[in-house]
């Protein structure tokens, strides 16, 4: 069992830049594939960024392509996602989610499905 908690998020205003944490309690964090994902009113929740168990590879939605960095800081236990140029779009809660990963330690898992493990999310609201 790993726990996660998010932190980092408020309301901001169009264009402004956030960062986001997610750190791990329960286990080293270096077992887990990470990925950011997020999820407004009436809607599904949505793949935003994601990051391999070895950190060399990343993955991002086409929405937020460019404006949106994930990384990770095993040492910390932490995952980020840092948020650039936002848009009243990008509001929604944000969670991290991790996978128990034995291989493939180079593939970035983009489908919810695919998480084993869930943060309670962080509310985002950007403001025009």
């Known amino acids: 069992q790993v726990q996660l908690a998010e932190s980092g998020g408020e309301s901001v205003q169009a264009g402004d830049s956030l960062r986001l944490s997610c750190a791990a309690s329960?286990?080293?964090?270096?077992?887990?594939?990470l990925g950011w994902f997020r999820q407004a009113p009436g809607t599904e929740r949505e793949f935003v960024g994601g990051i391999s168990r070895g950190g060399g590879n990343t993955n991002y939605a086409v929405s937020v392509e460019g404006r949106f960095t994930v990384w990770r800081n095993n040492d910390k236990n932490t995952v980020y996602l840092q948020m650039n140029s936002l848009k009243p779009e990008d509001t929604a809660v944000y969670y991290c989610?991790?996978?128990?990963?034995?291989?493939?330690?180079?593939?970035?898992?983009?489908?919810?499905?695919?998480?084993?493990?869930w943060g309670q999310g962080t509310q985002v609201t950007v403001s025009s």
């Open positions: 989610a991790a996978k128990s990963v034995s291989d493939l330690w180079a593939y970035v898992y983009t489908t919810r499905s695919d998480y084993d493990y």
């Open positions: 329960g286990r080293a964090l270096s077992l887990f594939a």
